[in-house]
C-alpha cells in the first residue's frame, strides 16, 4: 500500500544538536511539505517542496533545513539554531501544489529537547 | 491578514448530531479542506468544497458559503471512535494552506 513514513516516531535531542527527521513516500507524489504543530495552534508550514532539488521556505522556515534529492524523500534536519524545537512535525505529501484531493500525511515525529 | 476561526473544544453525546464551524479570511480562495486527526496521529483527509453549498459523504457532510467565508463539518450518528480534533484549512490564491488550530470532540456515551 502507498502512504508516507516518518522516522523516528520520538526523538529527544541535546541542546546545541542538529536532528535530522525522516519523511519518505511512494505515492509518486510531486510536492511534499513538512509541518510543524504546537498545541493550540494551526499547523504551520516549515517548508516544502515541488519537485526534486528545488524547495521554498514556509513560514517558520528559520533554524530548518530541508533536501529533496530524490522524489520519495524529503528529509528535514532541526538545526541548533532553531530555538524552541519541541514540537510534533508532519510530514505531508500531495500530487501537486494546486492539488484539490488533499495532503497525505505521515504519522508524524514528537521532538523532545533535553 | 490570514486568518481561520473555529472553536476549541466542543462534546456531544454518543449517536447525536453535531456541527463543527470554522470561519476563514484568506488572500484569494481555492477551496476549504477539512481533516480528522486523532490525538498523536496523522491528520485524514475528510472534505473539500470550493463551491457554494453542502457535500455529504456518509455520516460527514460539510458546507461552505464564500460571500460569508464561513463553512461546517456535520456529523451525524456519533460514534466514540469520532472522538478526535477536526482541523479546517483554506488554500489561499498562492495555494497554500492556512490551518485553523483544531477542534476537539468529545463523544460521551
Known amino acids: 500500500d502507498g502512504g508516507i513514513t516518518q522516522s523516528p516516531k520520538y526523538l529527544f535531542r541535546k541542546e546545541g544538536q542538529n536532528v535530522t527527521l525522516s519523511c519518505e513516500q511512494n505515492?509518486?507524489?510531486?510536492?511534499m511539505y513538512w509541518y510543524r504543530q504546537d498545541p493550540g495552534q494551526g499547523l504551520r508550514l516549515i517548508y516544502y517542496s515541488q519537485i526534486v532539488n528545488d524547495f521554498q521556505k514556509g513560514d517558520i522556515a528559520e533554524g530548518y533545513s530541508v533536501s529533496r534529492e530524490k522524489k520519495e524523500s524529503f528529509p528535514l534536519t532541526v538545526t541548533s539554531a532553531q530555538k524552541n524545537p519541541t514540537a510534533f512535525y508532519l510530514c505531508?505529501?500531495?500530487?501537486?501544489?494546486?492539488?484539490?484531493?488533499?495532503?497525505?500525511f505521515g504519522s508524524g515525529t514528537r521532538l523532545t529537547v533535553v | 491578514g490570514q486568518n481561520i476561526d473555529q472553536p476549541t473544544e466542543m462534546t456531544a453525546t454518543e449517536g447525536a448530531i453535531v456541527q463543527i464551524n470554522c470561519t476563514y479570511q484568506?488572500?484569494?480562495?481555492?477551496?476549504l479542506f477539512w481533516y480528522q486527526q486523532h490525538a498523536g496521529e496523522a491528520p485524514t483527509f475528510l472534505s473539500y468544497n470550493v463551491l457554494d453549498g453542502l457535500e455529504e459523504k456518509g455520516r460527514f457532510s460539510s458546507f461552505l458559503s464564500r460571500s460569508k467565508g464561513y463553512s461546517y463539518l456535520l456529523l451525524k450518528e456519533l460514534q466514540m471512535k469520532d472522538s478526535a480534533s477536526y482541523l479546517c484549512a483554506a488554500m489561499d490564491s498562492n495555494y497554500q494552506l492556512i490551518w485553523g488550530a483544531g477542534t476537539k470532540l468529545i463523544i460521551k456515551p
Open positions: 484568506t488572500s484569494g480562495f481555492n477551496g
Open positions: 505531508a505529501s500531495s500530487t501537486g501544489l494546486d492539488s484539490l484531493y488533499g495532503y497525505t
Open positions: 505515492l509518486n507524489h510531486d510536492a
